[in-house]
């Protein structure tokens, strides 16, 4: 015989008054979990676009402090003072070659040093070679971590029969992009085309079997800001190492976009963009 407390009656009330609660309480803790989990992902966006926010106003604000303060003060000599010059630009190509193109200031001192008597000029032109030398170094060497880079040499006598620079596939993996879309593999033929003495320059010629792209390869190129786009995630950059009256060597790097310099950063709505595919 079945006992009384499992009648009909019973069990009804059993389950209006335990189980239609919890199964309120649950599906309230499911929407309170549901909206906590929102509201946090809401907070992580808004907080990560006033990061970039921030990053973009910290970069304008070092670019108007050099342009107002050092280049104010320590670019604009007494007239002849070239060492003056010359101390200054290291001091900026120490400190602010990520984000300030100083192509122009080479250049720049490289004229008025070309006008110089031979003996001043000699060590001036060393002085000036050098830092960029260093700039470059330390440039390659921040894209060679996430990129890939060959070196080169050509001979001048040679340069119309000569190998390419580079004729092979070269793969680079994204540290910052989506899993799926990491690795970047193209074929690329580096040719030096031919050579201008008198402005210690190459002309190179870039194919990645769909496109080519030809320029001059100056001194004073450098490879976080003088670079060449491929694609919305791939650079590359030919970067002139030396230049002596019968050779010259070069590199070629490969490298992710986010690597480059501060004007080749992407909008915040293209990170945003890519965030959200990340969810979905």
């Not at 992580?44 to 106003?57: A, N």
Request: aromatic share 10%; proline share 4%; glycine share 4%.
């Amino acid at each position: 015989m079945r006992p009384s407390w499992l009648s009909f009656e019973n069990l009804k009330w059993w389950v209006g008054t335990l189980a239609i609660p919890a199964t309120l309480g649950f599906v309230t803790y499911q929407y309170q979990r549901i909206s906590a989990e929102r509201v946090a992902e809401e907070s992580r966006y808004k907080l990560y676009t006033e990061l970039l926010s921030k990053r973009e106003e910290a970069d304008t604000a070092v670019r108007r402090g050099v342009f107002e303060k050092v280049l104010g003060t320590y670019l604009n000599p007494t007239a002849g003072d070239i060492d003056q010059s010359l101390v200054a630009l290291e001091m900026l190509a120490l400190n602010f070659h990520e984000s300030v193109n100083l192509s122009p200031l080479f250049w720049q001192l490289d004229s008025q040093i070309a006008k110089e008597p031979e003996a001043l000029r000699e060590r001036h032109l060393d002085h000036l070679q050098r830092i960029a030398s260093n700039v470059k170094d330390r440039q390659v060497e921040v894209l060679e971590v996430a990129g890939v880079k060959r070196d080169g040499t050509i001979s001048f006598e040679d340069i119309d029969t000569s190998e390419p620079i580079v004729d092979e596939e070269l793969s680079f993996e994204d540290p910052d992009a989506r899993q799926a879309q990491r690795v970047h593999k193209r074929h690329f033929t580096v040719e030096v085309v031919e050579h201008d003495a008198a402005n210690r320059r190459l002309l190179v010629r870039v194919h990645d079997g769909v496109r080519q792209w030809v320029f001059w390869a100056d001194p004073f190129d450098f490879p976080l800001v003088d670079f060449a786009r491929i694609s919305k995630s791939e650079r590359f950059s030919v970067i002139l190492r030396s230049y002596a009256p019968d050779s010259a060597q070069l590199s070629f790097i490969y490298f992710p976009s986010s690597r480059s310099g501060a004007k080749d950063k992407p909008y915040i709505d293209d990170l945003l963009s890519d965030l959200l595919n990340a969810r979905r």
